[in-house]
């Protein structure tokens, strides 16, 4: 399989450009709150089938191994395109590797006006890709190939259990970066509340039990990459500020509203989630 290729930094085969088309489908679903399906690639070359993750797949990959985090993110623009590098660290072991990407800022004969987000998401993937043990991988990738294929409905509540087990982790993860970022984006004038009206807004959802796994995935790397680079900090704070002007300017009512109807029942009594939830704004 192609995921057990190690120090493997940017594609160069025919394979790759194939995974690459799939890879830029997932981060536009992503960026426009779509919902990604396709976690495995599979087809046939030279005589052979070809089967890997996307990078979707390898965040999940990542997710479930635990302790794989980006810890650097930089990138260059030039004339016709973006270069980005990532480092990306085993937290466990100690292990880092470094990923790079290179992405075009035309699409074909347009421009493409998510060129800088493919860098990033790219070089990260190349990086983190390094740092998953194959066996992980091949777990993964069997799972997916598996449902993909319909593997039957007798594994149906498993495969349920382990997909809710999986966005709490992700939601976890998101959590985390959030909090180390409260501080940095105070300074800036962003609030929680501020941010996480923001996340609401991006992914159109009224609470974080609306987000899918891969919602709180590309958060989390959205989140990083903020906390670990300046501009990159910068560019979340104008995102926010955007946002939430346009919002006000459409008159969008705010999702404070709702909670109106709840303080009128003073005799329930909130959940332990619900109270964590009303804590953390979201």
Same mark, same amino acid.
């Given at each position: 399989?192609?995921?057990?290729?190690?120090?493997?930094?940017?594609?160069?085969?025919?394979?790759? @450009?194939?995974?690459?088309?799939?890879?830029?489908?997932?981060?536009?679903?992503?960026?426009?709150?779509?919902?990604?399906?396709?976690?495995?690639?599979?087809?046939?070359?030279?005589? $052979?089938?070809?089967?890997?993750?996307?990078?979707?797949?390898?965040?999940?990959?990542?997710?479930? $191994?635990?302790?794989?985090?980006?810890?650097?993110?930089?990138?260059?623009?030039? @004339?016709?395109?973006?270069?980005?590098? =990532?480092?990306?660290?085993?937290?466990?072991?100690?292990?880092?590797?470094?990923?790079?990407?290179?992405?075009?800022?035309?699409?074909?004969?347009?421009?493409?006006?998510?060129?800088?987000?493919?860098?990033?998401?790219?070089?990260?993937? !190349?990086?983190?890709?390094?740092?998953?043990?194959?066996?992980?991988?091949? &777990?993964?990738? !069997?799972?997916?190939? !598996?449902?993909?294929?319909?593997?039957?409905?007798?594994?149906? %509540?498993?495969? =349920?259990?382990?997909?809710?087990?999986?966005?709490?982790?992700?939601?976890? +993860?998101?959590?985390?970066?959030?909090?180390?970022?409260?501080?940095?984006? &105070?300074?800036?004038?962003?609030?929680?509340?501020?941010?996480?009206?923001?996340?609401?807004?991006?992914?159109?959802?009224?609470?974080?039990?609306?987000?899918? &796994?891969?919602?709180?995935?590309?958060?989390?790397?959205?989140?990083?990459?903020?906390?670990?680079?300046?501009?990159?900090?910068? @560019?979340?704070?104008?995102?926010?500020?955007?946002?939430?002007?346009?919002?006000?300017?459409?008159?969008?009512?705010?999702?404070?509203?709702?909670?109106?109807?709840?303080?009128?029942?003073?005799?329930?009594? %909130?959940?332990?989630?619900? +109270?964590?939830?009303?804590?953390?704004?979201?």
């Amino acid at each position: 399989m192609a995921e057990e290729k190690k120090d493997e930094m940017v594609p160069v085969t025919a394979e790759y @450009d194939v995974v690459d088309k799939v890879d830029d489908q997932a981060i536009v679903e992503l960026m426009t709150g779509q919902t990604i399906q396709d976690y495995v690639y599979s087809f046939k070359q030279g005589g $052979r089938t070809v089967e890997g993750l996307t990078l979707a797949g390898i965040n999940e990959a990542a997710n479930r $191994r635990g302790g794989i985090q980006v810890e650097e993110v930089n990138y260059e623009e030039r @004339d016709n395109s973006w270069i980005a590098t =990532a480092k990306a660290i085993d937290t466990i072991t100690g292990s880092s590797r470094f990923g790079a990407y290179e992405q075009p800022k035309m699409n074909g004969s347009r421009p493409d006006p998510f060129a800088f987000t493919k860098a990033i998401h790219k070089a990260q993937r !190349n990086a983190i890709k390094q740092l998953i043990p194959v066996p992980v991988i091949r &777990e993964v990738l !069997n799972f997916y190939l !598996n449902r993909k294929a319909g593997g039957g409905n007798a594994s149906a %509540p498993a495969q =349920a259990q382990l997909s809710a087990g999986n966005i709490v982790q992700a939601q976890k +993860a998101a959590f985390a970066i959030a909090n180390n970022l409260a501080a940095p984006l &105070e300074k800036k004038g962003i609030t929680k509340e501020d941010l996480w009206n923001y996340i609401k807004r991006k992914y159109s959802v009224e609470s974080r039990n609306d987000m899918s &796994e891969m919602q709180w995935t590309q958060l989390s790397a959205e989140l990083k990459a903020a906390e670990t680079t300046p501009q990159l900090l910068n @560019d979340l704070c104008e995102r926010i500020k955007q946002l939430t002007t346009a919002a006000n300017e459409s008159e969008v009512p705010t999702p404070e509203e709702p909670a109106e109807q709840e303080e009128s029942s003073p005799s329930e009594t %909130p959940s332990a989630e619900t +109270a964590e939830a009303n804590k953390a704004q979201f």
